[in-house]
């Protein structure tokens, strides 16, 4: 089976075009391109990555059934370049995430914690991580 056929792949990519659109941000990558940001590269950069998936349902948890209900969960990684004011900057582009999914339309999409981190001592990159969850269904048939 194709990656690209897989039914959880049609929201990831559709969080992805979404965050291209929001201003300012200077790439959106997903899969093994969202491993490393440099600092020597114009940011901000935003990476998309599957974190974890679990059964939706009991009925999914307990049995093998031909259509099964799933939850993933994705991680945003916004990365900004670390200025005096790098909160303030991550603050704007946590709300720019959160429209642009808004404006996405993915069907039961929800948004999880938001964790702030500031550059790493000596670092250059300051960062925030959302969590998303959306469901899909999967047929085994």
């Known amino acids: 089976m194709s990656e690209q056929t897989h039914p959880a792949r049609a929201p990831l990519a559709a969080i992805a075009s979404a965050l291209r659109l929001i201003p300012g941000v200077q790439d959106v990558r997903t899969g093994r391109c969202a491993l490393r940001v440099s600092e020597d590269e114009p940011l901000p950069v935003l990476t998309v990555h599957s974190r974890s998936e679990a059964p939706a349902t009991a009925a999914d948890r ?3 059934l031909p259509v099964q209900t799933w939850r993933r969960s994705v991680v945003i990684v916004g ?3 670390a200025t005096d004011d790098w909160d303030a900057e991550l603050e704007v582009l946590v ?3 959160r429209r642009a999914l808004w404006a ?5 999409l929800t948004l999880g914690d938001v964790i702030f981190a500031p550059p790493e001592s000596g670092g250059q990159i ?3 991580q ?5 469901g899909y269904q999967e047929v085994l048939t």
């Open 62 to 64: 307990d049995r093998l």
């Open 79 to 81: 990365h900004v370049t």
């Open 95 to 97: 709300s720019a995430i």
């Open 104 to 108: 996405a339309g993915v069907p039961d």
């Open 126 to 128: 300051a960062e925030v």
């Open 130 to 134: 959302l969590e998303a969850q959306y």
